[in-house]
Structures are given as structure tokens and as C-alpha cells.
């Protein structure tokens, strides 16, 4: 089984190039999310999504874009990357969400930004 | 939003128990207690969760207080591959408000299995 598949796995950008993150699952799940993680720190919400075609701000959205057009995948944009965007990104989804509902994580992209 | 405090840091011998604690005093009453881990280089994973009472699946079981202002997660056999960052969250109930469907991590605890 899949699960969450994110792409790519690994990136190094410099300052003001632009670049997509896809997040691909296949359990059929309504709600979608993207975190952050910085070193030593624990995830923050960038963005997130309830069904095809909605996305809702989350915690840091700030110089992030993001598009659900297919149930199936979730896009994180970065349209001029910046070096306090570097970070491992993380991709989530769950069933419907409510309390009940645990989610289920990707392994990652790893982004760097010179 | 409700917090959770947690150690910074566990260790725990091969093939023994570990508990890992968390309180929540602030917990409110529709929250749901979850419990997270990851590994190195790798993203979260379900470990647990429950509302009230003790729950048991094949990865570890939660303890909760009668209070809910506190839970214990049970590694009942540590091994290497539990070696990881364990994160306590609490998980609101409720639909709609900023809050809904979020995840707040915290630093979470280490946890060092010895061989």
C-alpha cells in the first residue's frame, strides 16, 4: 500500500526560484494538510484542505500557496523561495477529520534554499 | 488552544516497559488524547489515541487519568526500533473554528532504547 507519496524527496533551490510540492494518496481521504518541521522543533500547519477544490490557511501560511484539484493530490507552492523556507515538509491526509480519525504522514521532502 | 507538556528526554533498556507521560491540565472535555511517534527521517506516525478510558491496540496502550489532565503511553516490550520522538497532542472535537482537524506538535519526548 501507498498511503502518502510525496515528490520530490529531496530538493536545493536558490533564492527566488519557484517550485511545486505533490502529495499523492490513496486511501480515498477527504482532508488533506502540509506541515513544516524545523530542526528540534515539532510540525506546523502551512496549509490544509477539507475536500476537492477548498484549502483553508493553517498556522503558517505565509509565502505558500496550495491547490486541491483532484481529490488524490494536494500541491504546495513556493513561488520565490526564500531561505527561511528551508525545511522538511511534510504531507498528510485522514478520512474526515474529527477527533476520532488519526492522520497518516509522508516521509518528506527535504528542501534547501541557498 | 489546550497544551501539553511532556519530558524532553526518556531512555529505556531493550525488551523492558517505558512509560511515557504527558500532562494536559488544561485539557477541556471533548478533546480527544493522541499520541504520535517519529523516527529518524521519517514522518509522524498513529501510534494511539483515546478520550477516557484506557485503550490497548498492538503497538502500546494509553493510560488516562481519571481527571483527563494527565495520560501515560506503554511500550509494554521496548525495542530499537521504538527509538523515536513521541508526541502527546490534544485533538479537538469539534467541527468548524481554527482549530478543527489541526494537529499542534509539540517538541515531544525522546525516547533512547539501549541495546
Known amino acids: 500500500n501507498a498511503g502518502v507519496t510525496q515528490t520530490p524527496k529531496f530538493r536545493v533551490l536558490k533564492t527566488g526560484q519557484s517550485m511545486t510540492l505533490l502529495c499523492a494518496q490513496d486511501?480515498?481521504?477527504?482532508?488533506m494538510y502540509w506541515y513544516r518541521q524545523d530542526p528540534g522543533m515539532g510540525l506546523r500547519l502551512i496549509h490544509y484542505s477539507v475536500g476537492e477544490g477548498t484549502t483553508a490557511k493553517g498556522e503558517v501560511p505565509d509565502g505558500y500557496n496550495v491547490s486541491r484539484l483532484k481529490k488524490q493530490n494536494f500541491l504546495l507552492g513556493l513561488e520565490s523561495a526564500a531561505p527561511s523556507q528551508t525545511s522538511v515538509y511534510f504531507c498528510?491526509?485522514?478520512?474526515?477529520?474529527?477527533?476520532?480519525?488519526?492522520?497518516?504522514f509522508g516521509d518528506g521532502t527535504r528542501l534547501s534554499i541557498l | 488552544d489546550a497544551k501539553t507538556t511532556q519530558p524532553n528526554s526518556m531512555e529505556s533498556n531493550e525488551e523492558e516497559p517505558v512509560h511515557l507521560p504527558c500532562n494536559h491540565s488544561t485539557i477541556s472535555g471533548t478533546d480527544y488524547i493522541h499520541w504520535y511517534r517519529q523516527l529518524p527521517s521519517q514522518g509522524p506516525e498513529y501510534v494511539i489515541h483515546?478520550?477516557?478510558s484506557n485503550v490497548n491496540n498492538r503497538m502500546a496502550s494509553l493510560a488516562i487519568a481519571e481527571d483527563r489532565k494527565s495520560s501515560t503511553l506503554i511500550l509494554h516490550r521496548a525495542t530499537l526500533r521504538d527509538a523515536a520522538v513521541y508526541y502527546c497532542?490534544?485533538?479537538?472535537?469539534?467541527?468548524?473554528?481554527?482549530?478543527?482537524?489541526?494537529?499542534?506538535f509539540g517538541q515531544g519526548t525522546i525516547l533512547t532504547v539501549h541495546p
Open positions: 486511501m480515498n481521504h477527504e482532508y
Open positions: 483515546g478520550l477516557t
Open positions: 498528510a491526509s485522514s478520512w474526515i477529520t474529527g477527533s476520532n480519525q488519526p492522520q497518516h
Open positions: 497532542i490534544l485533538y479537538p472535537s469539534y467541527a468548524g473554528g481554527t482549530s478543527y482537524g489541526k494537529l499542534t
